[in-house]
């Protein structure tokens, strides 16, 4: 049973740029979260995505946007990145019915120069 | 808003020894709460998760217990070995989406 992926494992871009973070949930998951986790910080949700809507947002402007998929995958988009993009960014899937335990990937690393 | 911390920031024991983490929320109305384990640059592994109506959840060597009404979780770890050493971190569920984190505890087990 594989459990959430998310690709590329490293980005790294120069500012202005725009960048695409891929995620596959957990089989059987419905419900994707992404969060940005700063060096030495926790993580910080960004967004969640149930039934290819955008169901709840963090605090975050609109260069953040994502997608969800029939299949359930997501992707994180970030448009005019600056410096302060640089983080790790970790997906979670879960199922919106149950303990909506939260089951996090690997997460991608961008580096923003 | 609701605001996670995590207590020490930092702890380093030696291996066989007992633990606990500490966590605490400002509010107390929460669906869950989730311990995470995190190793240098990787993602997140889910240890334990206490529902708002549960007291404690024990998995091996873990055993997390949650005062909902006190704002207060905490981890406890017997027997530590170096394999332990990692972040942990404490994440609170206020509705049934998002997850509000601590910093997270960096725990070394020494040989």
């Known amino acids: 049973d594989a459990g959430v992926t998310q690709s590329p494992t490293h980005l790294i871009k120069t500012r202005g740029q725009q960048v695409t973070l891929r995620c596959s949930p957990k089989s059987g998951h419905d419900t994707v979260s992404w969060y940005q986790q700063a060096l030495g910080q926790g993580p910080q949700f960004i967004f969640q995505?149930?039934?290819?809507?955008?169901?709840q947002r963090g605090n975050f402007p609109d260069r953040f946007s994502g997608h969800q998929f029939p299949n359930y995958s997501s992707e994180l988009n970030v448009n005019a990145l600056l410096l302060g993009d640089s983080a790790l960014y970790l997906c979670?899937?879960?199922?919106?019915?149950?303990?909506?335990?939260?089951?996090f990937g690997p997460g991608t690393r961008l580096t923003v120069l | 808003k609701q605001e996670v911390t995590q207590i020490p920031a930092a702890l380093s024991v030696p291996e066989g020894e007992n633990l606990v983490l500490n966590c605490s929320f400002t509010d107390s109305a929460i669906y869950n709460l989730q311990w995470f384990r995190q190793d240098p640059g990787k993602g997140l592994t889910s240890l334990l998760l206490i529902q708002s109506s549960q007291r404690e959840q024990t998995s091996g060597r873990l055993n997390a217990s949650l005062d909902k009404s006190s704002g207060r979780s905490t981890l406890y770890i017997a027997a530590s070995q170096p394999g332990d050493s990692a972040t942990y971190l404490c994440?609170?569920?206020?509705?049934?989406?998002?997850?509000?984190f601590g910093t997270g505890t960096r725990l070394t087990v020494i040989p």
């Open positions: 994440a609170v569920r206020p509705g049934a989406n998002n997850l509000f």
């Open positions: 979670a899937s879960s199922l919106e019915t149950g303990s909506n335990e939260q089951f």
């Open positions: 995505y149930y039934e290819e809507e955008e169901r």
